[in-house]
């Protein structure tokens, strides 16, 4: 697992994507050369979002418009009728390609409002704007090198704790509970039915033929999405593409036309250059991560593209991460509007998350970024069933429901956590600044503490602990604190 490698940058005001606000959004930033996929992780755990390498939190209880990390639980997620119509309506259309148009496809195809049945369940979703970025720029640093003094500095510290532990290498009790419950289960074996006895059930099973269902069983978002057919019209293919493989650099000509498209029809905003284009939707800090642990893909930063035929129709930008898929952006073709591609793209996330977690369960979650209840265009994210918000205090997953929405209108920052006695397991206190590990330059990297006792009093100890409180007590340890200037 690569180190994970950050330039914290301190709190930030810039223009408001919500309300429009000129200086009232108030986030905390940090650029991230390098983040291990499981340190990603749990930053988003704790409410940061990455913008290509730069990542953000927003200071929720200051801010304009607080905003919420939202997740959805795939494997406790449900259809609503809305969902279903949708999912019919792209079936139908790739099965006879006529093209069945919404109530108000003038308006939708403008404002990203609903496609027309006035329920508000089948909004398109729409993307969160970019995060206005610091002007201050990060220091320039050789990655590969820094991972290399961290690896160096990890095996040190794994020597020195085998030593400790002493020539056994195995701490006294270890080990003694698996032999436990292998004598349990050879002293215990499972009792054996007697021959008759199975005999008499065999002959009941016979007799008694299985009853019919009385209610037949409601489709899954899985048989919405494999009712297609070859004989059909169109065919739809999705392609899951690495962000640092050779097929994004193949379709990169098509996926930058598509977004500059969509940024002028739907968001009447010029449209960025390839570069910026790269920086925002390709750069990532995460390395792809493949092995026997991770899923087929393996885990990292992807565009999922959606194939009409030949043409790209639209692309998902997301992470695959330890514990979830993260929707980082999505974007479509707007002559194509009255798909709902938005809403059905989540809708296809969501069935990539439940077919990763039939072999790894662990992975069951679909983050969809954050969801700001004083912003009425926002709120579509919490439409979907099964859906938590991340208490900004305690960092606890709190169910989305009608009684946190009514708090949510009388107050737009909230706690959320009702429990008075829960706090922050992850929580980063004073003390905890000696184990940080500092660059100090490009060949030198140790602890806050080896520091400290090298040159006396630090000028940048307030910056360190307000860094470690905002990412927890884990990832302030584990990731390395560039302080370069």
């Known amino acids: 697992m ?52 730069y990542c953000y939190k927003p200071q929720n209880d200051v801010t304009c418009c607080p905003c919420y990390t939202i997740k959805c639980d795939a494997l406790e997620f449900k259809l609503t009728k809305s969902n279903k119509k949708i999912l019919r309506r792209m079936n139908k259309f790739l099965r006879n390609g006529k093209r069945e148009l919404s109530e108000h496809p003038e308006q939708q195809s403008k404002t990203d409002d609903g496609d027309g049945d006035g329920d508000g369940d089948d909004l398109i979703i729409s993307s969160e704007p970019h995060p206005q970025l610091p002007d201050k720029k990060p220091s320039v640093i050789d990655v590969a090198h820094v991972e290399t003094l961290a690896q160096a500095r990890s095996t040190q510290q794994k020597t020195a704790v085998s030593h400790e532990v002493g020539d056994g290498g195995r701490i006294a009790g270890d080990g003694d509970q698996s032999t436990a419950s292998k004598k349990f289960a050879s ?36 048989d919405f999405l494999t009712s297609t057919s070859d004989s059909d019209k169109h065919q739809l293919k999705l392609s899951l593409v690495d962000v640092d493989g050779e097929e994004f650099k193949r379709t990169l000509p098509q996926s930058y036309e598509l977004y500059k498209k969509y940024q002028i029809v739907i968001h009447n905003d010029p449209p960025r250059d390839q570069k910026a284009y790269k920086d925002h939707l390709q750069q990532t800090p995460m390395k792809h991560q493949k092995s026997e642990d991770t899923p087929d893909m393996g885990y990292g930063s992807f565009h999922q593209q959606y194939w009409l035929d030949d043409k790209l129709i639209a692309v998902g930008v997301i992470d695959i991460l330890p514990g979830s898929v993260s929707s980082v952006y999505f974007f479509y073709d707007p002559d194509y509007s009255f798909l709902s591609l938005g809403t059905y793209g989540s809708l296809r996330e969501i069935d990539l998350v439940q077919t990763i977690a039939e072999r790894m369960p662990s992975l069951k979650y679909y983050y969809m970024g954050f969801y700001i209840h004083s912003c009425t265009k926002m709120r579509y994210k919490g439409k979907l069933s099964a859906s938590y918000l991340l208490c900004p205090e305690t960092y606890i997953w709190v169910p989305l429901t009608d009684d946190i929405r009514n708090k949510l209108d009388a107050k737009k920052y909230q706690r959320l956590n009702p ?19 500092l660059l100090l330059d490009p060949r030198t990297c140790i602890t806050y503490q080896q520091f400290v006792q090298m040159i006396g009093d630090y000028t940048g100890r307030d910056a360190i602990i307000e860094y470690g409180e905002l990412v927890g007590k884990v990832c302030a340890h584990r990731m390395i604190y560039v302080s370069m200037s």
């Not at 007697?194 to 009385?214: D, F, I, V, Y």
């Open 419 to 437: 429990v008075a006695a829960d706090k922050d397991v992850n929580e980063f206190v004073n003390q905890h600044v000696n184990d940080v590990q």
């Open 2 to 53: 690569s180190a994970s490698i950050v330039q914290y940058f301190g709190p930030q005001t810039s223009k408001c994507g919500y309300c429009t606000g000129i200086v009232c959004s108030k986030s905390h930033g940090m650029h991230a050369y390098r983040l291990s996929c499981d340190d990603y992780q749990e930053l988003i755990d704790r409410g940061w979002r990455r913008c290509g390498n």
């Open 187 to 222: 002293s215990n074996p499972p009792c054996a039915k007697k021959k008759k006895q199975m005999r008499l059930e065999r002959r009941q099973a016979k007799s008694c033929p299985p009853k019919e269902p009385k209610v037949t069983q409601e489709k899954s978002l899985r």
